[in-house]
């Protein structure tokens, strides 16, 4: 029912900026919840910010804090990730998922995913 795709990876020094975007398809996606995740070459993948369907609610992972910021327009079918002050260890493949689960938190709670997008953050 929803295809997600994401875009705005790419390579950027440390202490720059990246806005990541999710776009989907179907009207329906304004009655998810949306999660970004991501997954470095090793690693297992985890959570990174989530926000609810109605965009009230927000959720963001203890590592990007005041760093990172999600979120959403219903009238473009759209979810984005603003990233400032990125670190190294900011570099993964991040990304998207929707889904209709209690917990924005939890990879269980997410039956939608988009296929990533590479981000690196050079030292």
């Known amino acids: 029912q929803v295809q997600l795709v994401e875009s705005g990876g790419g390579l950027v020094q440390a202490g720059g900026s990246l806005r990541l975007s999710c776009a989907a398809s179907g009207r329906t996606f304004r009655t998810y919840n949306v999660g970004w995740f991501r997954q470095a070459p090793g690693k297992e993948r985890e959570f990174v910010a989530a926000?609810?369907?109605?965009?009230?609610?927000?959720d963001y992972a203890d590592s990007v804090k005041g760093r990172f910021t999600i979120s959403r327009d219903n009238a473009k079918n759209s979810v984005n990730l603003q990233m400032n002050s990125l670190k190294p260890e900011d570099t993964a493949v991040y990304y998207c998922?929707?889904?209709?689960?209690?917990?924005?938190?939890?990879?269980?709670?997410?039956?939608?995913w988009g296929q990533g997008t590479q981000v690196t953050v050079s030292s």
């Open positions: 998922a929707a889904g209709i689960g209690g917990s924005y938190r939890t990879t269980n709670d997410y039956g939608y």
């Open positions: 926000i609810g369907w109605s965009a009230v609610r927000t």
